[in-house]
């Protein structure tokens, strides 16, 4: 509270300093610059929406301090905590106010100085702020106690009492409304299609009144109460009292000056006395400031003695920590080149470990081929003795089967004239089959006309008893059962497959 209490005493100066005309009110363009202003020095957000939707019913009227209040309080001072720089705020309000009320050409004093000391009037004053200055003053609608119709009159709000005019010259008063410790005033509800409406009840009558708009109907219904609050706690008006303050402190000021001068006069006749007594001591110290002087030259010469030689020692302990540094940045050098040779012996070691371990697994792989290789020449050795067995069986059988070629080399012979009499025999046949083939040929071209007329009886054949083969002309002689069924080949056929036979059996024997 006493933040806030603080804060308006600076905010109120500013509003003042606004007012140009001073009729107490400020219009909203300058609270809308006003309000960004106060909410950037003291780091708050700022709703620029906020006053067009507090202030909507009037969007071109002036407000006054107690209108303006409400949203001060509740979107600017409600949310001011303790984290900004007050010199930034005092300077702001003072920027407004200094340009209204300091006349430049006449100050003696610096702007600085005379922004300390106005912070020092805003700190040290006991009032409360904003004053609340009961000047309220306008055209209204009051409904009539007889005729009960509604005339415009001009209403002027004083301390005690409510005078209504027909004009703002105030040349034709019409009445009054006598405020007192028991009056009233209440809202009212729209009737009679009239808007903002507001009741005063006092002591001998009620009036009905409506006002402009709501803006201007709440300002009026707080400044009444705020003058029927006064008159029944029995105090003057807030203007007044703190007038009577202020001469209250003056005269307390006064005062105390007065004392001030007295003890002042005081202080001086024993400022006299002991100005005697200083004089005294001061040619003693004269004295003892010779003395002092001595002395103190031959400190200084000491100390000049002592400051070569701690100079000297400065010197040659620069020239030592320079050699230290010397050898530490050789040290460093070749501790550097240390730390990079381990780093390459310990790369060397690395690659020396991967190539182990390399090399170990290339002998784990060649004892595993050398085994394998071992057992391959093993089965080969085995192999090899049975083949040899073998090659031995072989040279047996064709020892065996020598006189067993002769015998069959003349058989070759004699089928080789057997076959060449075949050939002719084949020959032959070949024309035969010719003729035979040219036969067929017409057989078949038959065949086909007939197909073409027992189509359906040789379907039906065919389902029964199978698919129909042709008979075709072949050889008449005997026929011969083989594994591949009767008459597969002819005797021709079969001697020349014998004698294949012969020639392969041979050649495997020639490559043995």
């Keep these: 509270m006493a933040l806030r209490d603080e804060l308006l005493k600076s905010i109120w100066h500013a509003f003042t300093a606004l007012d140009l005309d001073q009729s107490g009110k400020v219009s909203k363009s300058q609270l809308k610059v006003l309000s960004h ?5 003291l780091k708050i957000p700022h709703d620029p929406v906020a006053l067009e939707e507090h202030f909507k ?7 006054s ?6 949203y001060l309080n509740r979107f600017i001072l409600d949310k001011v905590t303790d984290n900004f720089d007050r010199q930034d705020f005092n300077k702001m309000c003072w920027t407004l106010c200094s340009r209204k009320n300091l006349d430049q050409s006449q100050i003696l004093i610096s702007n600085d100085d005379a922004f300390k000391i ?3 009037f805003n700190f040290l004053s006991e009032e409360r702020y904003p004053l609340v200055m009961v000047t309220e003053e306008g055209y209204m609608m009051k409904k009539g106690h007889k005729r009960k119709n509604w005339t415009e009159r001009w209403f002027v709000l004083r301390p005690s009492s409510i005078s209504y005019y027909v004009g703002e010259d105030m040349a034709e008063k019409k009445g009054d409304i006598l405020l007192d410790g028991g009056c009233l005033v209440e809202p009212l509800q729209d009737k009679e299609g009239k808007k903002c409406l507001f009741l005063i009840k006092s002591s001998q009558k009620s009036f009905e009144i409506s006002a402009s708009d709501k803006k201007k109907k709440q300002e009026w219904i707080q400044a009444i109460q705020t003058c029927v609050s006064l008159l029944r706690e029995g105090r003057p008006a807030l203007h007044r009292e703190a007038r009577q303050k202020r001469r209250d402190l003056r005269l307390r000021h006064q005062a105390e000056q007065e004392e001030l001068v007295r003890r002042m006069k005081e202080l001086q006749t024993a400022n006299e006395a002991k100005q005697l007594e200083l004089e005294n001591m001061r040619k003693a110290l004269e004295e003892a400031a010779a003395n002092a002087t001595e002395e103190e030259k031959r400190r200084l010469e000491t100390q000049t003695e002592l400051q070569n030689r701690y100079q000297r020692e400065l010197e040659r302990e620069k020239m030592v920590r320079q050699e230290m540094e010397e050898q530490m940045a050789q040290k460093s050098t070749e501790l550097e080149q240390y ?3 381990v780093q390459e012996l310990e790369d060397m070691y690395n690659e020396l470990e991967a190539a182990l371990e390399n090399e170990r697994r290339a002998r784990q792989d060649e004892e595993t081929v050398r085994k394998l290789q071992a057992r391959l020449l093993e089965e080969e050795a085995v192999k090899r003795a049975e083949l040899e067995q073998i090659h031995l069986k072989q040279q047996h059988a064709i020892s065996e089967t020598q006189a067993e070629k002769q015998e069959l080399e003349r058989e070759r012979l004699a089928k080789e004239s057997a076959l060449q009499a075949a050939m002719q025999q084949l020959e032959q046949l070949e024309q035969e089959r010719q003729g035979a083939l040219e036969k067929y040929q017409s057989v078949v071209k038959k065949l086909e006309d007939a197909t073409n007329n027992t189509r359906t009886w040789k379907h039906k054949v065919a389902e029964h ?6 008979i075709q002309p072949g050889d008449k002689g005997q026929l011969k ?3 591949w069924g009767p008459a597969a080949f002819s005797d021709l056929e079969l001697n020349l497959r014998e004698k294949k036979w012969q020639e392969r059996k041979n050649q495997a024997a020639q490559a043995q």
Excluded at 57 to 63: F, H, I, K, L
Excluded at 465 to 470: D, V
């Design 339 to 341: 730390l990079q040779r």
């Design 37 to 41: 202003n106060l909410c950037t020095v």
């Design 65 to 70: 301090n107690q209108g303006y209040m409400p």
């Design 57 to 63: 019913d009037d969007d071109e009227g002036p407000v």
């Design 481 to 483: 059962i083989t594994n």
């Design 118 to 120: 106005w912070c020092i």
């Design 465 to 470: 008893e199978g698919l129909l083969r042709l």
